[in-house]
């Protein structure tokens, strides 16, 4: 099956012909598979957020080409607009995008805009609406009225409501509590349960990849660095060091222990495969 | 689209023109709008224009980028030309019906739309090769006698830098508020005027908002600082002129006394 999301040779320079020009990805050949969970890793300024604009057509490439589904995105206007439904895409702190007087009208911005009549909008605002735990009560509200954790979920929800056949995020938990970042996971997880939607995710969190992800990405320096599963990427953890990244703090505590002699497997990447584990080794007693 | 937008922008760089006093250059710009205005013809106007020219070639600053923000004058640039071209009376040389060109028509049209080109080239150069920040602080210093009338000079600049300051902030926050729209299908480019007035609202409100919580949090990080306004207050970056200010004041004495000199000369 081809993959639904592609680029190829993809390279974007900003600001060309000024002293502030800067490549800032280089050839980057990305592939996404369809209803695969991807984690798209990489330090402030390696491109990330480049890449994923380019996915929805909302930059343009300096050379290369998108291809979602097997046709380029900007074939057409029509073709670039259709695929802005395909693909949604959200934003870091999307919570400042809201506008609409309440969430319920926030929430139906997107499907608004593709033309749905008003019985599919209302279903799909109140579809996405349970995606992320809104109750009836909330939709009334002012978005300006929520939580913070509230006004982001809002915000995805609005994104979610176009039913993307790909979700791509860009650091969804950044500046969340711990609760607040749980909540959003578990939103985008059932999201793709309901959906069979392919998500990108970006994050700077190791644990977050460690959980939630399929496949990797790494990205250092405008290039696509590694790819794989998280086993195959968190083995390599000398170089993410050298990009700035790291492994999960657990992983690097069972390196510890069997470096001090523990017989632990070397792929343990979240707290409850590490507990399990060490539990085993004193006879599985809890 | 956004990044088109230059306006108050400063260009990095090293020349002669980067390191001349803010003072110096904010002078210059008026001596040079003096000049430009005193000279009637096209003739005088070549002294200006040289000037201009020799600024622009030390200051390493791209002519297609000068050029670039001409655009949006095109309109009132075009209006000008055209009006002076037609309208001006003297010694027909082309009629088409109600249309009649003159030779004084010709040289109006050119030195009037030249004038303006140059102009906003000249003060372009001035926002380009200086950073907002000496630029407030050249403002403050040459502001400095109106303290005596008790008006609050330091507060004032301190208002302007940061408005300039906030202009690339503001920028770059429409562009991102812009795009998340966009992702959400928000069409900002088709439609009558009615439906692209109404498109803005999911920008402006965003923007709005954004711009208060800024203004907010900027406050809040000022008085946590313990400012308190410009009494007593010292600098970090002292101005001070250099032999090279003395030597463009001289060239801008020269651009006066050559302009008039052949004003004086022509009548």
């Given at each position: 099956m081809p993959p639904i999301l592609q680029t190829e040779n993809l390279t974007h320079i900003y600001?060309?012909?000024?002293?502030?020009?800067?490549?800032?990805?280089?050839a980057v050949d990305f592939c996404a598979q369809k209803g695969e969970f991807l984690g798209l890793i990489g330090h402030t300024g390696s491109g990330k957020s480049t890449l994923i604009q380019h996915l929805n057509g909302l930059l343009r490439p300096t050379s290369g080409t998108v291809l979602f589904d097997g046709r380029?995105?900007?074939?057409s206007k029509q073709e670039t607009r259709n695929v802005r439904f395909q693909v949604g895409l959200v934003f870091q702190y999307?919570?400042?995008?809201l506008f609409e007087e309440t969430v319920y009208r926030d929430i139906a911005f997107g499907p608004r805009n593709m033309g749905l009549d008003e019985t599919e909008i209302d279903a799909r605002v109140r579809e996405a609406a349970a995606l992320v735990?809104?109750?009836?009560?909330?939709?009334?509200?002012?978005?300006?009225?929520?939580?913070g954790g509230q006004k982001r979920r809002a915000a995805i929800a609005g994104v979610m409501a176009m039913r993307p056949s790909v979700l791509i995020l860009d650091?969804?938990?950044?500046?969340?509590?711990p609760r607040g970042r749980d909540e959003i996971i578990h939103n985008i997880r059932t999201f793709r349960k309901e959906t069979d939607a392919t998500v990108i995710m970006v994050t700077h969190s190791m644990e977050e990849i460690a959980r939630a992800v399929d496949r990797v990405v790494v990205m250092n320096d405008g290039e696509i660095a590694m790819s794989g599963t998280r086993n195959e990427v968190f083995a390599r953890g000398e170089e993410l060091h050298g990009m700035g990244l790291d492994v999960p703090e657990i992983t690097r505590i069972v390196m510890r222990l069997r470096s001090l002699g523990?017989?632990?497997?070397?792929?343990?990447?979240?707290i409850d495969q590490a507990a399990k584990a060490i539990l085993s080794l004193k006879g599985g007693r809890d | 689209m956004l990044k088109d937008i230059t306006l108050g922008q400063y260009f990095p760089g090293d020349t002669v023109i980067h390191r001349l006093d803010p003072r110096t250059k904010i002078v210059m710009v008026g001596v040079f709008l003096v000049a430009l205005f005193s000279s009637g013809g096209l003739i005088p106007m070549l002294i200006p224009a040289l000037f201009l020219a020799m600024v622009i070639a030390l200051s390493k600053v791209r002519v297609r980028l000068l050029i670039r923000n001409l655009k949006p004058l095109i309109i009132i640039l075009s209006f000008t030309g055209f009006i002076n071209l037609f309208m001006t009376p003297g010694e027909p040389l082309v009629s088409v019906w109600i249309f009649t060109v003159t030779l004084e028509g010709i040289e109006r049209a050119v030195v009037l739309v030249t004038r303006i080109v140059m102009m906003i080239m000249g003060t372009f150069i001035l926002t380009y090769t200086t950073t907002p920040m000496t630029l407030t602080d050249g403002i403050e210093s040459l502001m400095s006698p109106l303290k005596w009338l008790r008006v609050p000079v330091h507060e004032l600049t301190i208002i302007m830098s940061m408005a300039l300051r906030f202009i690339p902030a503001l920028i770059e926050e429409t562009d991102k508020i812009m795009s998340a729209q966009k992702a959400r299908g928000?069409?900002?480019?088709?439609?009558?005027l009615l439906k692209r007035a109404k498109a803005l609202i999911p920008l402006l409100i965003p923007l709005f908002i954004s711009a208060i919580r800024r203004a907010e949090e900027l406050a809040i990080a000022m008085e946590s600082r313990c400012?308190?306004?410009?009494?007593g207050r010292t600098r970090m970056r002292q101005l001070q002129f250099a032999a090279r200010d003395f030597l463009t004041g001289l060239v801008g004495v020269l651009l006066l006394v050559a302009v008039f000199g052949i004003r004086g000369l022509l009548q």
């Open positions: 600001s060309v012909g000024t002293p502030f020009e800067r490549t800032a990805i280089r380029d995105i900007h074939e999307p919570e400042y995008q735990g809104f109750k009836e009560k909330h939709l009334d509200r002012s978005p300006f009225a929520l939580s650091e969804p938990t950044a500046g969340l509590d523990l017989d632990l497997p070397p792929d343990l990447f979240t | 928000a069409d900002f480019e088709t439609g009558n400012y308190h306004g410009g009494e």
